[in-house]
């Protein structure tokens, strides 16, 4: 695939610098880069983004499993709630933001689907699974 990585399974494209990742079969194939969820920034700085359009689904964690140290009324747990299935990767950027002023764009949803709090849906493919 011209100007993408990987093979023609992957949709991961680069988009000059930044590459996008468009789904959980996407995010699988990069995790072996990132084995840690607090990898985040590597993942960032790396120049890999979650696409914009993509939908977060329910995955197969629930927050006390996924986020085992924090506590309930702690930071992370709000921001976790809030990451509600269905909602775009670009709502929940937003909505982190506002509810933490020191929150960092992807780092949450990194988190989250890294752990399997959550899965990354590409647009349009979404299985309607609800929380």
Same mark, same amino acid.
């Not at 985040?40 to 914009?52: K, L, S, V």
């Given at each position: 695939m011209p100007g993408g990585i990987g093979s023609n399974e992957t949709f991961i494209q680069e988009n000059k610098i930044m590459k996008i990742v468009?789904?959980?079969? #996407?995010?699988? +194939? +990069?995790? /072996?880069?990132?084995p840690? /969820? %607090? #990898?985040?920034? %590597?993942?960032?700085? *790396? &120049?890999?983004?979650?696409?914009? %359009?993509g939908v977060l689904e329910k995955g197969t964690l629930s927050i006390q499993d996924a986020l085992p140290k924090a506590k309930p009324?702690? /930071?992370r747990w709000r921001t976790f709630e809030a990451m509600e299935s269905g909602i775009t990767v670009e709502g929940f950027n937003q909505k982190a933001k506002e509810?933490? +002023? &020191?929150?960092?764009? #992807? *780092? #949450?949803?990194?988190i *989250?689907?890294?752990?399997?709090?959550?899965?990354?849906? *590409?647009?349009?493919?979404?299985?309607?699974?609800?929380?």
């Open positions: 468009r789904s959980q079969q #996407d995010f699988d +194939l +990069l995790k /072996p880069k990132f840690r /969820p %607090n #990898d985040y920034r %590597n993942f960032t700085q *790396a &120049g890999y983004y979650f696409d914009p %359009n009324s702690g /930071p509810m933490r +002023l &020191g929150a960092e764009w #992807d *780092a #949450d949803i990194f *989250a689907v890294h752990r399997g709090f959550r899965r990354l849906i *590409a647009q349009g493919q979404g299985t309607g699974m609800g929380k």
